[in-house]
């Protein structure tokens, strides 16, 4: 439990550096949104940040399959799964002629969808420990809305759409912060001292 407690963790810590990342670029660039001359460049730079966001996502996730055992089928299958949806993803908006901010903001729907839907299960699970079951289970709804959000950004101009990316980004590292700092000592069962993660 407590060696897949830290590949989650890795996995998370990992997610919510390059979303930091990727939101400290789109704040520093969005201003050159504004600029007709500038916005085709800025916009094209968005892209590009976002491409190997979700690439670079896809190969931390793949690794990961790789440091799951086979008695851990299901989350191997999700990392799988998640893996490949953020390399197609990110493979598509690199050699696509026909990308923009907008194809961005599809691209990072299923993304917080699959989020969403994973904060539910999780839910599910912390039968226990209510504060922690609700916690999930409302960050679970919100990403699930950002999702749809998500999808309905593709009708703004690209600085709302980078406004929108910017703000989704900065909410979803504000769920996986729990995550990074979850500890298992943090709920009261033993006082072993074996419990304590290291």
């Known amino acids: 439990m407590r060696y897949e407690l830290r590949l989650h ?17 789109l704040f520093y660039i969005r201003p050159s949104l504004a600029d007709e001359r500038l916005e085709v460049i800025a916009s094209l730079a968005i892209v590009i940040v976002a491409a190997s966001a ?7 996730e793949g690794i990961m399959v790789l440091y799951f055992g086979k008695q851990h089928k299901r989350e191997v299958l999700c990392y799988l799964l998640l893996g490949l949806l ?8 690199a050699i ?16 917080a969808l699959l989020f969403g839907v994973a904060e ?14 609700r916690a999930l289970f409302v960050c679970g709804l919100v ?11 593709a009708e703004l101009t690209s600085e709302g759409t980078a406004t929108l990316l910017g703000y989704v980004a900065i909410l979803s590292i504000l769920q996986l912060l729990p995550f990074l700092f979850y500890s ?15």
């Open 184 to 198: 298992r000592a943090a709920v009261p069962r033993q006082t072993s001292v074996d419990q304590f993660p290291r």
């Open 86 to 93: 953020s390399l197609v993803s990110g493979l598509y908006l």
């Open 9 to 25: 963790r890795v996995t998370f810590g990992i997610l919510a550096v390059v979303l930091m990342a990727f939101v400290a670029f």
């Open 120 to 133: 539910l299960r999780l839910a599910q699970h912390l039968a226990h420990h209510p504060g922690y079951r």
């Open 54 to 60: 979700f690439v670079s996502m896809g190969m931390i």
């Open 143 to 153: 990403e699930i809305a950002l999702g749809f959000v998500l999808i309905g950004g």
């Open 96 to 111: 696509s002629d026909a990308t923009s901010l907008q194809t961005v903001s599809l691209m990072a729907a299923p993304h």
